[in-house]
């Protein structure tokens, strides 16, 4: 079957980004990295089934600069993913819709995770892990 | 022109009865996810280093390898569920469609098989 290019009602760049918008985009997005990040996890694990060869590789990897920006980066979206997901379950429940609600859980979302990223990696630092 | 009645011919054609089933399959994945993570993160925190030799005997406890297999397993499954939407809701012409959603599933069953596979690896010892 083709697809016939037909007109379309207006998009993501028409549209005024709004605290509802942005943190359900982002619930989204996040998902996706996290779901990348599933393979990244499976290879950690088969490198620690393999032999300390095989682990010391991986970690060398995940250590490097860029594996370190990585791995923030899935660390946010760790904690994003999981905050905003709370809040998709307390709406499922039939709760939490009231303007001041959305806003508090919004922002509660967003500032929350910025907040235990940087307290992860923060501890990690403190406690001499990296 | 059909001579069958229009009772008829959507009889069949509608719910499956399982319209459902991905919805709750998310959310209930979803709540067994937070503690598993949580658990999973915190526990790499208050690990003495993440070394080979202390990562393998952490996941050498009962405990900590049954529900690290338990994280893998329900996190592929999130994770299979969620991508699939997001293959339905952007890709629309059939071909693409079809490839995307076996390929998602195929890699879903790869990692989670592999990521169990090599817990269990560590786990009973080798």
């Known amino acids: ?130 | 022109m059909s001579l069958r009645s229009p009772l008829g011919r959507v009889l069949g054609l509608g719910s499956a009865k399982s319209g459902t089933s991905h919805w709750w399959g998310q959310r209930v994945s979803a709540v067994a996810l937070v503690p598993l993570t949580l658990w999973f993160v915190f526990s790499l925190l208050l690990l003495p280093n993440l070394d080979f030799e202390t990562l393998r005997a952490w996941l050498q406890y009962p405990i900590t390898g049954f529900l690290t297999a338990l994280l893998f397993g329900v996190l592929t499954y999130h994770s299979y569920l969620g991508t699939r939407v997001i293959v339905e809701d952007y890709v629309h012409a059939e071909a693409p469609k079809l490839i995307g959603l076996l390929g998602l599933r195929f890699v879903h069953v790869l990692a989670g098989g592999a990521g169990i596979f090599a817990i269990l690896r560590v786990a009973f010892g080798t």
């Open chain 1, 1 to 130: 079957m083709t697809v016939r290019a037909r007109p379309l009602s207006p998009h993501l760049g028409y549209y005024r980004p709004r605290l509802g918008s942005v943190t359900s985009i982002l619930h989204r997005i996040t998902g996706a990295i996290l779901a990348v990040g599933l393979l990244a996890f499976a290879y950690w694990l088969i490198a620690l089934a393999s032999d300390a060869a095989a682990y010391a590789t991986a970690q060398s990897l995940f250590a490097s600069p860029l594996g370190l920006i990585v791995l923030i980066g899935w660390t946010f979206a760790f904690f994003y993913h999981l905050l905003n997901g709370v809040r998709h379950l307390i709406w499922d429940s039939g709760r939490g819709f009231e303007p001041g609600a959305r806003r508090l859980g919004g922002w509660t979302a967003i500032g929350g995770s910025i907040l235990l990223s940087l307290g992860f990696w923060a501890s990690l630092r403190l406690l001499g892990r990296l």
